[in-house]
Nanobody, 122 residues
Framework: QLQASGGGTVQAGGSLRLSCVAS????????MGWFRQAPGKELEFVTW????????RYADSVKGRFTISRDIVKNTVYLQMNSLKPDDTAVYFC?????????????????WGQGTQVAVSS
C-alpha cells in the first residue's frame, strides 16, 4: 500500500526528492514517516508528518536540510533532501502510522514501503 521512489546517486551538496504514494486506508488517515538504513547500521528515524494537522518532526541530523510534505489529493508524501552529505547514504523507507501523535519508534508504524536507495558521493 506504500510505493516509494525517487532515490538515486548524487554528489555531496546535491538534492533529491523522494516520493511515497499511499493507497487504501493509509492515504486517508495515517501519519507518515521516513526512516533510513545505512549499510551495517540499524534503521533510524528521519522525519514524520501528522495526518491531523500536518505538524512535522525531524531527526537532528537532517534538520534544516530535509523537508517532509504531503499532497492529500495525490495521496503522496514527499521528502525533499537538500545539502546532501555522504552520511545520508542509505535505503530510505516510507511508513504509515495510525496515530496522530508523533511516533519515533518503528513499532508505531503499521505499513512500510519497499525502500529506495540514496547514495551520496563525496
Amino acid at each position: 500500500q506504500l510505493q516509494a521512489s525517487g532515490g538515486g546517486t548524487v554528489q555531496a551538496g546535491g538534492s533529491l526528492r523522494l516520493s511515497c504514494v499511499a493507497s487504501g486506508r493509509t492515504a486517508i488517515s495515517y501519519s507518515m514517516g521516513w526512516f533510513r538504513q545505512a549499510p551495517g547500521k540499524e534503521l533510524e528515524f528521519v522525519t514524520w508528518i501528522s495526518y491531523s494537522d500536518g505538524s512535522t518532526r525531524y531527526a537532528d541530523s537532517v534538520k534544516g536540510r530535509f523537508t517532509i510534505s504531503r499532497d492529500i489529493v495525490k495521496n503522496t508524501v514527499y521528502l525533499q533532501m537538500n545539502s546532501l552529505k555522504p552520511d545520508d547514504t542509505a535505503v530510505y523507507f516510507c511508513a504509515a502510522s495510525p496515530f496522530y501523535q508523533f511516533k519515533i519508534s518503528i513499532s508505531g508504524y503499521d505499513y512500510w514501503g519497499q525502500g529506495t536507495q540514496v547514495a551520496v558521493s563525496s
